[in-house]
């Protein structure tokens, strides 16, 4: 087996390196980027109990003026969080930097403030304003985290442009054999891929069936990726030994590969399930504004209530 077949490298096309670098440049779709977005949970868990910790242990009340200090702080920043969605509405407002930046600051104030008025609360509620305040506070911020979770699997990144179904198509190259054809001295490899590359595209043949495909598709790719991951390796050392590679050679070629095949399963998962995160998204947004109101009303009730009485 040839060097050139080795690398999958076809006369007239692209190298894998090449093809696994723009395969790759599908949005969202590497394992890395899934890692972090679930970091998100557990990193706002802490926040959580960081300000237990501080409301227990920190000496002060409610009441007091650093309780005070902490409930205004928070509600602050709660305002903050309805500069945003102004910036992108209003005209006046357009010219006023980047919306990334907007959006970020968004982000940060819907995550600092709720952990600004959990502290200030002592995760106690002394009335019913202010309880329903706190739980329409605690519903938002849920709320946001699920639509951050859901925005950048439509979006190019957190603060890119919104993609298009035909345009992750085009990217993944799912009307040809182009990223396969790469691959076609170990046929196994080829044969999952486009075995997953079935059930990827396969169309849901009722609302039940669609809903087990999206939720499956994940552990779908995961164990092809596996399968294919265990067979490179075996093909690459069968190949080593008859081209004599040194072990570093091996193992870059071996992570090219499986670099390509992750990055074109990973692909086809997000083409996959983009029709129904856009509507979940759209759900979503009919669900996140009206609680955001209600936070907007319940905490003005509550900061009246404090200075009234």
Partial sequence: MSDAIADGAVAGRPTVTRVALRVAAVPHGSEMQ?????????????????????????????ASDLGYNLGLAGGIAM??????????????LHSWGATKHWFALHMACGIGGPFLILAHSGFHIGSINAGVALTCMLLVAASGIVGRF???????????????LRELQGQVGLNSQEVKSKLHFAPRVEEWMTAFESVA????????????????????????????????ARVYREIARERDWEPDKQRRRLATASRLVEAYLSGLQRVAQ??????????????????????ALSAVAHVVAVHAY
């Fill in 201 to 232: 595209v396969e169309p849901p043949r009722s609302l039940l069936h669609g809903a087990w495909l999206f939720v499956a598709m994940g552990s779908h790719r995961r164990r092809a990726s596996r399968r294919c991951r265990r067979e490179l």
């Fill in 79 to 92: 305002l903050f969080v309805f500069l945003y969605p102004l910036r992108k509405h209003v005209r006046a």
């Fill in 274 to 295: 983009f029709s129904t995160y856009e509507r979940l998204f759209s759900l979503w947004h009919v669900l996140h504004v009206p609680l955001v109101w209600m936070l």
């Fill in 34 to 62: 899934r890692r972090r977005d679930w970091l998100l949970v557990p990193a706002v868990g802490a926040l959580v109990v960081l300000a237990w910790l501080v409301s227990h242990y920190g000496g002060y009340t409610p």
């Fill in 150 to 164: 859901i925005y950048v699997r439509i979006h190019h990144g957190l603060y890119g442009t919104k993609a298009t």
